[in-house]
């Protein structure tokens, strides 16, 4: 029997916007970093786009994989939760463990990628509890107790979705009922117990500081605020009239634009605040049919399938690039962000074709509903 395949246009190219604020973002720390005149600091956009294109990403994961598991559980009449992680597996494991070993077995041996204060002292100070917690994806808590581990770090986004793969299909498998209510109640209590962990009433919660790494950068919320788009377009609730109302779009887009160019902080629901604008826009560019703005072409298809190579990979690209440059003595944006693009494109495109294609190949056979990419893997 066939299997339903799902795909919603635009998505590829959102990925890749969001891991471009990311790597626009980092472009400009590590030219700071490396004593090359940069905005970092000095731009209030630079500033906020980083956090916010890792906040893309949350929304439109919790919305992809709300959707497709609503799917298998209309059409299979329950969610298997053992190929749903199996599935994550082949996505996320070997890029995930590949760039650790990188950062840590190969990178602080090139003196080229030695960052001023983060040499091998650095990077092997409490080696043990560092490869533990990355081992079992905590990165997060590694980047909040230890300190950072170059070109390993900004994997705290990645723990933290395996966090979220943990509980979230288990929710949706076992409550069937009041979801929207449920979503809203994960919101406003990781919101009430994040606010609750700055005030000095919290002082006695046991290993208080690991509790506040976790919960400062766990933003379930956020992947919450897909799921709720997800779960709204999956039951065709009427208020998705409203919200793919074009002009509604684009002002919404016209209004987030604006909004990041100017560095708007928003005061304690900041990332929830800009998460349900992204919902929005993600939302209009899957099913609006009627607006006349596309993201649907090979270039951000191509782009948007090696998203994750490029996050991954990026920190690597910059650092070459950049040392490329200074040694060019073309340390002009002109050259530096053309070469950044080249190098870290380069380096997903080739991980993505010759490792991570090889345990893809496998994750049709664990997808009751086939969705995005894997329609063309699947035929490959």
């Known amino acids: 029997m066939d299997k339903e395949k799902i795909y919603f246009p635009n998505l590829n190219g959102l990925r890749f916007i969001a891991a471009l604020l990311v790597i626009i973002h980092h472009i400009e720390q590590f030219k700071y970093i490396l004593k090359v005149s940069t905005y970092w600091g000095k731009s209030p956009f630079i500033g906020i786009i980083g956090n916010l294109g890792v906040v893309m990403f949350f929304v439109l994961s919790g919305f992809l994989i709300t959707y497709l598991l609503l799917s298998e559980e209309h059409a299979f009449k329950t969610i298997s939760i053992k190929k749903f992680y199996i599935r994550r597996i082949l996505r996320i494991w070997p890029l995930y463990f590949m760039l650790i070993l990188i950062a840590f077995l190969i990178l602080p041996n090139i003196s080229l990628f030695t960052l001023p204060g983060y040499g091998k002292e650095v990077v092997y100070s409490s080696l043990l509890l560092k490869l533990v917690l990355y081992a079992l994806f905590f990165p997060n808590l590694v980047l909040w107790l230890v300190g950072v581990v170059p070109y390993a770090s900004h994997t705290w986004s990645i723990g933290l979705e395996e966090q979220y793969y943990l509980i979230w299909p288990v929710l949706l498998k076992y409550f069937k009922k009041y979801r929207l209510l449920l979503i809203v109640l994960i919101i406003l209590i990781y919101m009430g ?30 992947m919450a605020i897909g799921g709720f788009y997800a779960i709204l377009l999956f039951k065709k609730n009427w208020i998705l009239s409203l919200i793919t109302n074009t002009y509604f779009f684009y002002l919404t887009i016209l209004f987030v634009s604006a909004l990041m160019f100017k560095g708007i902080f928003v005061p304690i629901i900041h990332y929830e605040f800009y998460a349900v604008l992204f919902g929005i826009i993600i939302l209009n560019f899957a099913v609006n049919k009627k607006m006349h703005l596309s993201l649907e072409n090979k270039v951000m298809n191509y782009l948007g399938s090696i998203s994750y190579g490029l996050y991954m990979y990026h920190s690597i690209g910059i650092v070459l690039s950049i040392a490329i440059c200074i040694s060019l003595n073309l340390t002009s944006n002109w050259f530096i962000y053309p070469m950044c693009f080249i190098i870290t494109i380069l380096l997903a495109s080739i991980s993505f074709k010759y490792f991570e294609k090889f345990f893809l190949k496998f994750k049709p056979k664990f997808s009751p509903i086939i969705s995005g990419n894997d329609t063309k893997v699947e035929k490959s």
């Not at 000095?200 to 506040?212: T, W």
Request: aromatic fraction near 20%.
């Open 193 to 222: 117990f994040a606010q609750f962990l700055e005030t000095p009433y919290s002082d006695f919660i046991p290993h208080k500081n690991v509790i506040v790494a976790l919960w400062g950068c766990f933003n379930i919320d956020c």
